[in-house]
């Protein structure tokens, strides 16, 4: 790579937007070159799709050499920076190389801070990546298949229960598509009871989608929970261990949890799927009143497209 070289680290919106916006500004003899871990670009906010299997993983993934094809794209994970001389160095799958540039852009976006609660590092799961939501939705279908084998009855109470922590968008999506999906899948189970698979958002605030309009929040709290969703405000999850939990309303849970995370939410997103416990905390309540959780098998909920 000659000098008149801009990289860009990432291969996201971002770092898949840019090249092509600059490849029409450039002047002649600029060269783009663009460094990514994956192979691919995924479209993000359909990763919930994934997990409750609406759609196939291939699609909503791109190959970034498709996407941009006039920059050279260099698959490798970047292991330092050396501002002063301009080069990068990264770790490839033909072994160390070193690229030099005039220009470096990055663009590699957010990871998921699975540090901001306790325990979460080792038991629970975030949703930032294709693996991540294939590996949520196995997960979810292996739970199920263990509750058709598994015949005490104080261990089927906790392969069935799956919580989601946030209610951010990445996480209202994944509470709502898995909803759907456990009961879509439920006559394939017969042997798994309706009362034996319960789904459960917390959001340590006091109401969903902060981001958007109040009315459009609690529009979407209501429709979680006609549909068997046990959607609770001001649940703040303090810590995460193997054996179940409690919340920040000092009300305890055993089950398996899904933690969903996007670039602007915490873990409580996505976004964990293992065993967790939240300490004991504030004796706050949620300010929307729940009513117990209704059978995920109910032929009258809406489908996951009516959601507001």
Not at 9 to 32: H, K
Not at 71 to 96: E, K, N, Q, Y
Not at 101 to 114: D, P, S, T
Request: charged share 25%; proline share 7%.
């Amino acid at each position: 790579m000659q000098p008149g070289a801009i990289a860009i680290i990432g291969g996201g919106f971002a770092g898949t937007t840019l090249p092509r916006e600059l490849d029409r500004a450039l002047p002649f003899g600029y060269q783009l070159l663009l460094i990514s871990e994956e192979s691919h670009t995924t479209f993000t906010p359909m990763l919930p799709e994934v997990v409750g299997a609406g759609v196939f993983p291939e699609q909503i993934v791109a190959p970034i050499s498709q996407v941009v094809r006039r920059a050279r794209f260099v698959m490798g994970r970047v292991t330092s920076i050396d501002f002063a001389a301009r080069t990068i160095t990264c770790a490839t799958l033909a072994g160390p190389s070193m690229f030099p540039y005039e220009h470096v852009v990055l663009a590699f976006g957010l990871r998921a801070r699975l540090d901001m609660i306790p325990g979460a590092a080792q038991h629970a799961l975030p949703l930032k990546t294709i693996r991540d939501a294939t590996r949520l939705r196995n997960l979810v279908l292996r739970r199920l298949a263990r509750l058709e084998l598994e015949t005490d009855p104080l261990l089927r109470q906790r392969p069935g229960h799956f919580v989601v922590i946030g209610g951010g968008f990445s996480g209202v999506e994944t509470a709502g598509a898995l909803a759907d999906s456990l009961r879509n899948i439920a006559p394939y189970y017969p042997r798994v009871a309706p009362g034996e698979v319960k789904l459960t958002l917390l959001q340590d605030i006091d109401r969903l989608l902060a981001e958007l309009p109040e009315r459009l929040g609690d529009a979407q709290h209501r429709s979680l929970m006609e549909r068997s969703v046990d959607a609770r405000v001001n649940a703040k999850a303090e810590r995460v261990d193997e054996r179940g939990g409690r919340s920040a309303t000092a009300r305890c849970w055993r089950h398996r949890r899904l933690s969903a995370q996007s670039a602007g939410c915490r873990i409580h997103s996505s976004k964990t799927l293992r065993s967790c416990s939240t300490a004991a905390g504030s004796s706050s309540t949620p300010t929307c009143p729940l009513s117990g959780p209704r059978r995920l098998g109910d032929r009258r909920l809406r489908p996951h497209s009516q959601r507001l």
